[in-house]
């Protein structure tokens, strides 16, 4: 093995090995184990949070391959239709082109070029981040395959009722051009005014005051509306208002709505303009007025000299022609939220405009057929309430099922060129035909068609297609194989739904809404099964101050940054130099500067990984701090430099088994250890708590195997002894091995580096660490009698070393040491350790004060009853040591105070198990036994 470890060395090299050996896809063994990638956007570029995401992913996939599952990790991307088209319109605009310059085919044609050309970036990246996926397999939305199974759905829901076109209120952003969906819409907060408006009552000297945060959509006003039990307006219920500036009649209405304690009382309705009039404008049977057109400007529908206004430049003119006229009443500031599109960052326009609708909220068609909630929605929340699909944590699935009980009609259709195109035809008399293709509309066409057919022109909603992923990817509706572009087979039906259900479904909270419950809906649909057996949300990565990741904050680093390093003078960093708007580089390299003035040091894909695992917990959020990567760089260090170290006491050729197993207790101990890690590791992994699973492989390989067990191996390796060293050579080498497969899943690249010196000294065949199998734990035997013995020697030497470094000795410095009280069990480990602890704590034999005989003044250390001393004379200050044990007796009282607050709480001691409990109990037990030896200590000392 080379002197340091270079991660940049190695990890191309060995993923392009795995890649090319076909590692990464199913093996046709075991049960099978299957994850689906959240399709990322052929647009996107690997953010932290893939990262994390991809990284649980990875570790899950590695570990179930190893366990000989028979695993498939389905990736492929997503055309993101909106994101998509806006890089390409953007593209064309820089050169003083339109869309419509192009034309639709021409306009595709441009995308796909753009598609080829950079849309794979994403899964470059995932490479470098050493994702384990069977990229033969990779899909994408657009691909035949997945296409022909968009239209089936689609069609399939058509002729069952469930899909429908209608004029309905939709959320459209303007600057788009297209619907965009409830959950593409922000809240945003911001500073507005409340105007107050005079409604003159037609006929009278009366009026009624509105008031509104919109003046200008009050040219689409069709009533005001009043509480029926405000006595105020009880007498103008029923009777009809002058809208100012337009001269039209509104009535007067009443509706349980209103909030009377609101304002006035009096509410404008705007049934074409807002969600909450359009209800009530149903209820009333209102007609609707719509006022702007689909760049939300003022239409035909308004006063002529407010046509071609835009909906801003409109407002100015109606509050300045109110008060001209003596209708505006007041003025106010007034905080709102305002709809926002994530999109575009327009905001969003509710507006009538015919769109297609999947079904999701009536019991019964009109024929009396199933459908609606009881087709589509309700399977999908008895999937989650009878437990064939479960959240972890547990919590996510109220969120699931109080969003699926409330649900509102999908609207999945979009005002765009790029995507799949709404499988429906027109014929002259506006008769809608939809079918596969056209020659299938018009099989199954109840009346034939009038002239030549129209294609609609809008495509889906890019979740449509991703809600059939987990069965479209595997090659669903076809039985038979799938090729690609190229001729490649990516999936087949009739053999790959075995991998329907997947095994779990890694994913964040913020697209449970999107994704999750639509994928459940359409597999339970069209396949009669789950898609998934549990729903893994991993939380949201934030910066190390816990301030949300964004280019706009400058606070966003590229993954790849961190693994390879930026330098500063010039700054180069791959996000920063490639993937951002100028404005945005700056940004972050303004941050980047002031947190990091001397650059960032490459960390490498291993530490990047083991940071993600320790930080997976059940949070919502979690933080990411740099530092903390740098930490487990250097646990990467430390492995290789264990690794080197052993394999530097290995002789030549292959390390025989010793015939009589274990031969010291160190390596029993050990062996003891890795069992109990390996079971938690496991347990760690079931209940998907890979932070725990990080930190006890972290502390066991660097404070067990490194920090003591390459210690006690000295005494051995440099006894004697030849059975001794023989056998603990042996142990060293076995429980490294063993600890590399169980860290391959968190870092497989410098796991993989190391084995190549290690498999051959154990003689394995597997020619990689990847082909290896995951170790059990069932098949290493404890011994609890060394551990016992390993733990007190440990204690004792741990005691010493404490009073070195608190005294100031010189670790090179040979001291006597004196061991007092105790019992016979210390006496004869004392025995049987002798030699090692001379040897490691660097002392004089150790020797016994016997009961009554007279002690010099020491330094102490306890353990159990049994006190360590080191005398301080010629050594140790006595006032120093006094210092210490006060300082030490602290700390003892603390923790003893601390477990007696856990057992004085009635909760811990009702819910903890039982074992948990006793723990504490046994704790205070221990730390009473400690406190009274270390008093007596310093009662010695006067």
């Known amino acids: 093995m080379e002197k340091s470890f270079e991660p940049a060395q190695i990890e191309s090299t060995w993923y392009a090995r795995w890649e090319a050996s076909g590692v990464f896809k199913p093996s046709g063994q075991g049960d099978p184990y299957c994850i689906l990638l959240p399709p990322p956007n052929v647009t996107g570029t690997l953010h932290m949070g893939h990262a994390f995401q991809q990284t649980v992913m990875d570790m899950l996939v590695r570990y179930q391959r190893m366990r000989g599952m028979n695993t498939l990790w389905q990736v492929g991307t997503d055309h993101a239709g909106i994101a998509t088209q806006k890089i390409v319109e953007n593209q064309l605009a820089a050169e003083g082109k339109s869309r419509h310059d192009l034309g639709r085919e021409a306009f595709i044609e441009r995308v796909w070029e753009w598609k080829e050309e950079s849309g794979s970036t994403i899964t470059r990246q995932m490479r470098r981040l050493g994702v384990a996926a069977d990229w033969s397999r990779e899909r994408f939305t657009m691909d035949e395959g997945l296409s022909a199974a968009v239209r089936k759905v689609f069609v399939d829901w058509y002729r069952a009722g469930l899909i429908y076109r209608g004029n309905r209120l939709v959320n459209w952003d303007p600057a788009l051009g297209t619907a965009v969906s409830d959950l593409e819409v922000d809240n945003v907060e911001r500073d507005g005014h409340l105007w107050s408006i005079r409604y003159p009552v037609t006929g009278s000297d009366e009026s009624l005051v509105v008031a509104t945060t919109r003046p200008e959509t009050m040219l689409g006003d069709v009533a005001v509306a009043v509480h029926p ?56 049977q209102l007609t609707p007025i719509t006022v702007f057109t689909l760049d939300a400007r003022v239409n035909e529908n308004g006063p002529d000299k407010y046509r071609g206004l835009d909906r801003y430049e409109a407002r100015k003119a109606v509050l300045a022609d109110l008060e001209s006229e003596g209708l505006l009443v007041e003025t106010k500031p007034h905080k709102l939220k305002v709809p926002v ?22 019991d019964t068609l009109p024929d009396g057929r199933p459908g609606g909630r009881k087709a589509i929605t309700e399977p999908a929340l008895e999937a989650v309430r009878g437990g064939d699909i479960k959240f972890v944590p547990e919590n996510w699935s109220t969120t699931y099922t109080q969003w699926l009980e409330n649900i509102q009609d999908w609207c999945v259709s979009r005002q765009l060129w790029w995507g799949h195109q709404i499988p429906a035809w027109y014929d002259e008399a506006g008769n809608i035909f939809v079918g596969e293709d056209e020659a299938d509309a018009r099989a199954h066409a109840a009346t034939a068609p009038v002239g030549a057919l129209r294609r609609d022109e809008d495509v889906l909603d890019t979740w449509f297609s991703s809600a059939l992923w987990p069965f479209s990817t595997l090659g669903w509706p076809l039985d038979g194989p799938v090729a690609n572009e190229r001729g490649e087979v990516v999936a087949n039906w009739a053999q790959d739904q075995q991998f329907l259900p997947s095994a779990v479904l890694v994913t964040g909270f913020d697209i449970i809404f999107f994704w999750v419950a639509r994928m459940v809906m359409a597999t339970r649909y069209f396949t009669g099964r789950v898609p998934f057996r549990e729903v893994y949300i991993n939380a949201i990565v ?91 760089k250097a646990f990467c260090n430390k492995l290789w430099n264990a690794a080197r170290f052993v394999l530097m006491n290995l002789p030549e050729g ?125 098949a290493i035997a404890a011994d609890e009698a060394a551990t016992a013995e390993i733990e007190w020697f440990k204690a004792v030497l741990s005691g010493v070393r404490r009073i070195r470094a608190e005294m100031n000795i010189s670790p090179g410095k ?63 200050d006595l006032t120093a040591e006094k210092a210490r044990l006060a300082k030490e007796i602290g700390r003892i009282e603390g923790e003893i105070k601390k477990c007696e607050g856990k057992l004085g709480n009635a909760n811990f001691v009702a819910n903890a198990p039982a074992e948990v409990v006793a723990q504490e109990r046994q704790r205070i037990v221990d730390w009473n036994t400690t406190l009274t030896a270390l008093r007596d200590q310093a009662a010695k000392l006067g």
């Open 229 to 284: 039990e405000d006595e105020r307006y009880a007498h103008l219920v029923g009777q009809t208002l002058t809208l100012p500036l337009t001269g039209r009649q509104i009535p007067v209405i009443a509706d349980d709505y209103v909030d009377r304690e609101f304002g006035t009382g009096c509410v404008k309705i705007t049934p074409a303009h807002d969600f909450n009039d359009y209800a009530i404008g149903q209820r009333h």
């Open 341 to 362: 599109s994530q999109r575009s960052g327009a905001v969003i326009e509710p507006l009538l405009t015919d769109q297609w609708f999947l079904d999701l909220t009536r």
């Open 542 to 632: 934030r910066d190390a101050e816990g301030q949300k990741m964004s280019k706009s904050k400058g606070n966003t680093l590229d993954p790849l940054d961190l693994i390879d390093g930026i330098a500063l003078d010039p700054l180069v960093a791959k996000s920063t130099k490639s993937l951002l708007l100028p404005q945005e580089r700056e940004k972050v390299e303004k941050r980047v500067r002031r947190d990091y003035p001397e650059g960032i040091t490459a960390i490498g894909t291993d530490a990047l990984r083991f940071t993600f695992a320790a930080l997976a917990s059940y949070s919502r959020t979690i933080n990411f701090d740099i530092k903390r990567a740098e930490g487990y």
């Open 654 to 778: 292959r390390i025989e088994a010793p015939a009589g197993g274990p031969a010291t207790e160190a390596e029993r101990w050990i062996l003891t250890r890795l069992k109990q890690t390996l079971a938690e590791v496991e347990q760690h992994f079931a209940t998907y708590r890979l932070d725990l699973l990080a930190q006890a492989l972290y502390e066991f390989v660097w404070n067990e195997y490194c920090d003591w067990f390459l210690e006690l191996s000295k005494p051995a390796l440099n006894s004697d002894d030849a059975t001794a060293a023989a056998s603990t050579r042996h142990t060293l080498l076995v429980v490294l091995e063993t600890v590399l497969r169980a860290l391959h899943p968190i870092i497989p690249f410098i796991t993989e580096e190391i084995w190549q010196s290690v498999g051959p000294k154990l003689g394995l065949t597997e020619a990689e660490l990847i082909l290896r199998p995951w170790p059990q734990a069932d």
């Open 814 to 876: 040979t001291i006597p040491l004196l061991l007092a009280d105790g019992d016979a069990t210390d006496r004869a480990r004392a025995a049987k350790f002798a030699t090692q602890i001379a040897f490691l704590a660097r002392v004089e034999a150790p020797q016994w004060i016997e009961t009554g005989a007279d002690e010099p003044a020491a330094a102490a250390a306890v353990v159990g009853t049994l006190r360590v001393l080191i005398p301080l004379a010629g050594l140790i």
